[in-house]
């Protein structure tokens, strides 16, 4: 065990020991992604927030198991306006399979996220997703393949690499490699603590041109009008959806731009009487 991996919550410790025994593919995948880029882009047009639903049977930080058929909790979450999916695969920890990623992709047309701890290129190779989640604090450790490598061969298969940081260190580690899509984690690996001030402190670092994620701790819709704030493009949001009617938790959370637009379409008369008033730049900004 090295230095860093001693800073660890022991919970996180056993997944990544996991992941370095865990075998990868057969044969190289070769993979058609679907954009996300353009599924954000395409939510946001159609007055939605956009936000990538995850399907979590279970993890080492919420109660009980969830044990509908991952196909039937997929489909919910897209007719709930999710704007993509994000499934599990890792075993031990989380209940998850590829199988499950595998029959989730084939039942929906959203770009799907394969959430698994990928130390190794050959682990890439264990089944296709349109995107792949590499944590940077996972990387270039002890057993581990650096970022840059496994950036480079995620890529050289078709994969759209999702990279997780949680310091400002990680972020430039992120940018170094090219990442261009970005997603910051709330939640310290260290002790587990959840804190959106985090996304808040590194999202003016993340060049306008990346797709910007915030991870953890997103359970309201005044989380999501917060995250927005702060220049999120997009929310990766498990437990609050994962917690009751999957569906409608989609719609409550998806539907907070389009209550905005509906607020602010309603007719307001405050200009007083031969005042001409100054246009408005409404270009976003991080």
Known sequence: MNASEDKLAPEVRSILSAARDRPGGDTRVDVDARSFPEAVAAAEA?????????????????????????????????????TALSVLTEPEHFGGSTENLRRVREAVDVPVLRKDFVVREAQLDAVESDLLLLIARFLDEDGTDSLAALYAAACERGFQPLVEVHTREELERALDVGAEIIGVNNRDLGQLEVDLDTFERLAPHVPGDATLL?????????????????????????????????????????????????????????????????????????
């Open 46 to 82: 159609a007055g939605r927030v956009p936000v990538v639903a995850e399907v979590k049977p279970t993890s080492p930080t919420t109660e009980g198991e969830r044990t509908d058929d991952p196909v039937e909790l997929a489909r919910e979450m897209v007719d709930g306006g999710a």
């Open 214 to 286: 915030a991870e953890s701790g997103v359970t309201s819709v005044e989380d999501v009008r917060r995250m927005r704030a702060a220049g999120a493009d997009a929310l990766l949001i498990g437990t609050a959806i994962m917690d009751g009617d999957v569906r409608a938790n989609t719609e409550r959370l998806t539907g907070v731009d389009a209550e905005a637009a509906n607020r602010s379409a309603e007719p307001t008369d405050t200009t007083p009487a031969n005042t001409e008033t100054e246009p408005t730049n409404t270009e976003s900004t991080r």
